[in-house]
């Protein structure tokens, strides 16, 4: 009786969870919807140099209370794999929030695929993790964030996968965000507007490898560029446009990527915010900057939004409101 008991305790907690899990994200009641970031956790099995990435996820968690939390790429670095990445996404999932995962140049180099990882992730029930059938890549979705109450779109959220290395012969370094996602993106994008008549809703992009963007930003003496840039940025050597296409379809306000251990700046560059999340593995790869992550609070009326780093101790820096604190005076 104890065991059946126990069994069906926790069946109604996993549907309980599947439930929650399946119910769309929306503004809270004080018209804000907070995103935590966390990337490069690079964790490795039995090295005790990863707890501190657990232990930093514990701490933001706890002080944030997020609506969302995405992870941003190379969660994992080590094998087995599978034992890495449940690891992370133990830690997560037992704050009770949703979670999606986006997918860095290493996360597929210790034993299982692209394919494999997100199946795993997908046996959590506050998962939000997907793929867009047909589209180059694993976790390509996107993540409508609605009204406290009823049906309407107030933000979009799109994910990226931003591949790993360059496939074509005499081009070295990271690959680019392909063709076809670009494409996707237009498409959904397109639609999203159409759906509401013809005005674009404000939308955020996530992936891992920066843009070749984030190069001419930096090169711009007039910008302004707010938190550390202690390295280049690792971007592609060939764009694809998806930049270009953010501009054309006039939604996206803003993109946050990892990749980069010493950046965690953020510019406004052509109108959109070029964003780094903050590190928060622990030292078992090369890294300057204490751990810590990226958070950011949207607004219901889509015209700001603010974003900071929050580092271990309860220390919250480079904390701004976009694009306010981006404007010369």
């Not at 065991?3 to 399946?22: D, E, Q």
Request: aromatic residues 10%; charged residues 25%.
């Amino acid at each position: 009786m104890m065991k059946k008991a126990f069994v069906t305790s926790l069946l109604a907690l996993l549907l309980t969870g599947a439930m929650r899990a399946a119910e769309p994200l929306r503004f809270g009641t004080d018209g804000k919807f907070k995103i935590v970031q966390f990337t490069d956790i690079h964790f490795k099995p039995g090295d005790g140099r990863s707890d501190t990435a657990l232990v930093r996820i514990d701490e933001v968690m706890r002080a944030e209370r997020p609506d969302l939390v995405l992870l941003t790429g190379d969660i994992i670095y080590a094998k087995p794999a599978e034992k890495a990445l449940r690891t992370v996404l133990d830690r997560v999932a037992a704050h009770g929030v949703p979670f999606g995962i986006l997918f860095g140049n290493h996360d597929d180099e210790q034993g299982l695929s692209r394919a494999e990882l997100l199946r795993i992730a997908q046996t959590y029930p506050l998962n939000r993790s997907t793929t867009a059938p047909g589209v180059h890549g694993y976790c390509n979705y996107t993540l409508p964030l609605l009204a406290h109450e009823g049906a309407d779109t107030l933000a979009m959220v799109y994910c990226f996968d931003s591949n790993a290395y360059s496939q074509i012969k005499g081009i070295g370094g990271y690959d680019y965000i392909r063709s076809d996602q670009v494409e996707w993106y237009r498409r959904t994008s397109r639609a999203t507007t159409a759906a509401h008549g013809g005005k674009p809703v404000p939308a955020y992009a996530f992936f891992h490898i920066p843009l070749p963007e984030y190069h001419e930003a930096v090169a711009d003496e007039n910008a302004t560029l707010i938190g550390t840039r202690m390295e280049r940025a690792c971007a592609p050597a060939l764009n694809s446009g998806l930049f270009t296409a953010m501009k054309e379809c006039g939604d996206v306000r803003a993109m946050f990527v990892g990749h980069d251990h010493d950046n965690d700046y953020a510019t406004l560059w052509r109108g959109i915010l070029l964003a780094y999340g903050r590190y928060t593995g622990g030292n078992t790869v090369y890294n300057h900057l204490e751990n810590g992550a990226r958070i950011i609070e949207l607004r219901t009326d889509g015209q700001r939004f603010d974003t900071w780093i929050r580092l271990g101790g309860g220390r919250v820096i480079n904390r701004v409101t976009c694009p306010d604190s981006f404007l010369r005076k």
